[in-house]
């Protein structure tokens, strides 16, 4: 019921109480100003606005035809407040230094849902002893305050590794690298490209490099291939006649050992078309036990299409299939967008299906390739962006003939199956090309390699000086091989400019203690609280592990302990559904695990 309904006489009624409020507040503001501790300023500043909208309005006013002086008497007072408030200085907010604790009371256990009737808990996530990365919503139930940031890796000053020639990559797109346990040492499978030679006159061929370190590479003379009248190279396979495009090389599991330690999947391409063929271009398997003598298949070509990419593959474990990424051979008007198929036996392929396409929020109009690698049982995508507008109408202007015309710079995608794809809405770049002068300035894509040590983590990209033009690709020099650096799990952070709190999906804890990869800001920390997972009970805090009883994380590190009053062991919740509820504080969140 309003103060219309219960009062006839509303505006005089009501007009007598707010009179009272608002005069009390003109007459209270020069005090408490004049006084300086009575009230800080800002306090009297929201005390007049408050007054302020707490009278009425001169519409209002004129609307219920009040009668002459008391309609002035509003008026005048209504502007009064109005003057004061504009004149009360106004003291700036917080600083953004400043923590608050969260707006909801914990200890009052608010919203809740103990009490239901019948509630059947939900199976918790079994996470193991995995880092749990900030890429996505897999683990995490809901967030606030906080975003996703990409962070780009820092290139080696060293680079290039390999440095290409004019007219020559040595080490070109569709290149793999394994760090080899057994032997100790880092292997690199690429496609050379020689654009010196004629096209089809062993032009295109795959090369094998060798490395102890990771950054000093070496040719090794295999005497396998006879190129130039010499054996004395580094060459695993050139034939006239046929393009080799590059090896995607992968250990296979034990039930496919027989027929050799290694797979590799490449396109090639033949110079003529057999009878009844509209091009050569064809995907296809090769079997080796050294990784250095291979040897096709006999149940090839696995794929037949246009598909001049990186044509690349990868092992699932969980389902013990391998996944490729290749080009749409069917597609709406372009083929340069990426395509999915799999085998269980690198035989029989599924029909090829597009997964991604450039949309809206994409400043490039192709996708050159998807590169795929695993890391912490994630599938990571380097996605290469093709910034290529001739042929679409629909972009013109500076966008057409811009600063990055025919340029390739690379993205992150990632997926915990394979087939579906998430990218960060904002479409940040991962790695860009290089700046003018160096010798990835033109374009680069990362390859697929990604090797974890103390230090953080390695990944390998080539680049060239030259655009995506036949005239620049024949007289600037060709790609070589650089060296990537990025923290442990530092692909992606959940970031809290002031305060942020992340809530986890109820987790199967393992016991053992919590880890964090994390940083701070001078001031900021990262505060951790258990909280029940299970049931009716979802979301009850637990005693002696709630906020109160944590400690803080302050600092830098990729392996810190997460501690309560209670100690940092975890084992008595082994088992047990539990969410973790992260407070962070001008901090950045990169991964968690448990020990």
């Known amino acids: 019921m309003t103060d219309a309904t219960k009062h006839p006489e509303c505006p ?3 007009g007598k109480v707010r009179a009272g409020v608002i005069l009390a507040a003109v007459v209270a503001a020069p005090l408490t100003s004049a006084q300086g501790s009575a009230v800080p300023a800002r306090g009297v500043h929201s005390t007049l606005k408050i007054a302020r909208s707490f009278v009425i309005q001169p519409d209002f006013i004129e609307r219920n035809d009040m009668r002459p002086e008391p309609k002035q008497t509003w008026l005048a007072l209504w502007a009064a407040a109005g003057a004061l408030c504009a004149a009360t200085p106004q003291q700036p907010s917080a600083a953004t230094s400043e923590s608050h604790p969260p707006y909801f009371n914990f200890k009052a256990r608010q919203f809740l849902i103990e009490g239901s009737y019948a509630i059947a808990p939900t199976e918790p996530i079994k996470v193991g002893s995995v880092r749990q990365l900030m890429f996505d919503r897999a683990v995490i139930d809901d967030a606030w305050g906080v975003e996703r940031t990409v962070h780009a890796p820092e290139r080696f000053k060293g680079n290039p590794l390999v440095p290409g020639q004019v007219g020559f990559g040595p080490v070109h797109d569709g290149t793999t690298v394994l760090f080899d346990s057994p032997t100790n040492r880092f292997r690199l499978w690429t496609r050379s490209w020689d654009l010196r030679r004629p096209k089809y006159a062993k032009s295109e061929y795959w090369a094998y490099f060798e490395s102890a370190d990771g950054r000093a590479w070496t040719a090794p003379e295999l005497n396998l291939v006879e190129l130039d009248g010499s054996t004395k190279n580094n060459v695993l396979r050139a034939e006239n006649g046929v393009l080799f495009g590059g090896l995607s090389v992968v250990e296979v599991p034990p039930r496919l050992r027989a027929r050799g330690r290694y797979a590799g999947l490449f396109l090639q391409a033949t110079e003529k078309n057999r009878p009844g063929e509209t091009h050569g271009q064809e995907v296809r398997i090769a079997w080796s036990d050294d990784g250095l003598r291979w040897t096709d298949q006999a149940e090839n070509p696995v794929i037949r299409g246009r598909t001049d990419t990186f044509n690349n593959m990868v092992y699932n474990p969980e389902r013990d299939v391998f996944m490729m990424y290749r080009r749409p051979t069917v597609n709406a008007n372009q083929i340069r967008r990426i395509a999915y198929s799999e085998s269980r036996d690198l035989i029989t392929w599924t029909q090829p299906q597009t997964i991604l396409f450039p949309d809206e929020a994409d400043a490039a109009s192709m996708f050159y390739t998807l590169v795929v690698v695993r890391y912490q049982g994630m599938y990571l995508g380097f996605l290469q962006d093709f910034y290529f507008y001739a042929d679409n109408p629909s972009y013109a202007g500076v966008v057409r003939n811009g600063p990055k015309s025919h340029q390739l710079d690379c993205e992150l995608a990632w997926s915990r199956d394979g087939i579906n794809w998430e990218r960060h809405p904002k479409r940040p770049t991962f790695l860009a090309a290089g700046v003018p002068g160096e010798f990835d300035a033109g374009m680069v894509g990362l390859q697929q390699a ?25 007289t600037r020099k060709g790609t070589g091989l650089g060296l990537l650096r990025l923290r442990r799990d530092g692909f992606v952070s959940l970031d809290a400019a002031r305060d942020g709190y992340v809530l986890t999906k109820p987790l199967a804890l393992p016991g053992g203690r919590l880890h964090l990869n994390a940083q701070t800001e001078p001031g900021g920390f990262i505060r951790v609280a258990l909280r029940r997972g299970d049931g009716v009970n979802d979301g009850d805090w637990i005693d002696g592990w709630n906020y109160e009883q944590a400690r803080d994380f302050n600092g830098d590190s990729t392996d810190a302990t997460v501690a309560w009053a209670n100690g940092d062991n975890l084992d008595a919740f082994k ?11 001008q901090a950045k969140l990169y991964s968690f695990w448990f020990d």
Do not use: Q
């Not at 953080?456 to 036949?470: D, E, K, M, R, W």
């Not at 088992?575 to 504080?585: A, Q």
């Open 575 to 585: 088992g047990r559904s539990v969410r973790l509820h992260f407070w962070l504080h």
């Open 450 to 474: 990604i090797h974890e040590d103390a230090g953080g983590i390695s990944l390998y990209y080539t680049g060239t000086p030259a655009l995506h033009l036949n005239e620049e690709v024949k």
């Open 12 to 14: 005089a009624r009501v």
